[in-house]
């Protein structure tokens, strides 16, 4: 197979490979650091067995991100879903300093504030390892209730992933999103997969976004998951909440977006997930 999708890879690049050293990290995709015969060093990420249009729709969501020329996102160079890769621009990784968070949590703001088409994707186009839906809504109530808590539960009940309860309770936090608050905000272009190890820090520590799950959302969202597993500093969701402030109460709505995760994590996981899981729920039922 890399020799069937090394060739089609060269060709969309114009320059063969000289050098290709695999990358560690990941749970879905294998990845490469490759130098090229023009010079050039990019990202390579492959599959053996990727979902139907996997590669293709990581592409659009991180063009879209780029485009709104408000975070710094790799650029795609080539792509393709038959044979199935990405090559991105490299990189190259170096550190924090005092100004990362603060401004990272700007640019956030900023790309925040764009109002995206619809809620989920208008391309219709599934996201993530689990292939959760984006079919368009005009809510966000309506979006995360079908979209996410109402099919992620019955693929918990289905792989026997979260007990009977847990399922539950999904399902009835699923029919009561109104009772939250913030659901009139209108739909911002998400990452939708915004966990500390999906922002990188460059050379002069600027954050770079990539493995994006994107598609438009309520913007609590990436709240919550770049709070679900630590990594950003207090530092950037202040200058995020001072340059477009967030709604009252947003803090009690953490755990509430956070549930779409947990659960894609306790299928996937299982172990703490489970009664990680469980204890958000225990919030909203």
């Given amino acids: ?3 069937t999708w090394q060739g089609s890879a060269e060709q969309q690049l114009k320059s063969r490979f000289v050098r290709k050293s695999p990358l560690g990290g990941g749970d879905f995709a294998e990845s490469y650091r490759a130098m090229l015969e023009d010079g050039r060093t990019v990202f390579i990420k492959t599959h053996r067995q990727p979902p139907p249009g996997f590669f293709s729709t990581e592409a659009t969501g991180l063009r879209w991100l780029r485009d709104s020329q408000h975070v710094n996102v ?4 080539a792509c393709s879903d ?3 890769f990405l090559v991105l621009e490299w990189v190259e990784m170096g550190s924090a300093n005092a100004h990362t968070e603060v401004t990272f949590g700007r640019e956030l703001a900023k790309l925040h504030q764009m109002t995206f088409s619809c809620f989920g994707r208008p391309d219709n ?3 993530g390892s689990q292939a959760v839906p984006n079919n368009p809504k005009e809510s966000w109530i309506e979006f995360y209730a079908t979209q996410r808590l109402q099919p992620l539960a019955q693929l918990a ?3 026997d992933a979260l007990p009977q309860k847990c399922i539950i309770m999904l399902e009835k936090v699923s029919n009561k999103l109104g009772e939250f608050g913030a659901c009139d905000e209108p739909p911002s272009l998400l ?7 999906n922002r990188v820090v460059d050379t002069n520590s600027n954050s770079w976004l990539i493995d994006p799950a ?3 959302g309520h913007r609590e969202f990436d709240l919550a998951m770049m709070q679900l597993f630590g990594g950003y500093g207090h530092d950037c969701i202040a200058a995020y909440h ?9 803090q009690d709505r953490v755990a509430l977006h956070q549930l779409a995760p947990l659960t894609v994590h306790a299928i996937k996981f299982g172990g703490s997930y489970r009664s990680a899981t469980q204890s958000a729920l225990s919030n909203y039922v």
Wanted: hydrophobic share 30%.
């Fill in 1 to 3: 197979m890399e020799n």
């Fill in 74 to 77: 790799p650029q795609v160079l």
């Fill in 82 to 84: 038959e044979p199935p």
């Fill in 125 to 127: 186009r599934t996201t």
């Fill in 157 to 159: 009940h289905e792989k």
């Fill in 191 to 197: 990452h939708g997969d915004l966990w500390a190890g």
């Fill in 214 to 216: 994107a598609h438009g």
């Fill in 242 to 250: 001072e340059c477009h402030p967030l709604q009252v109460g947003w």
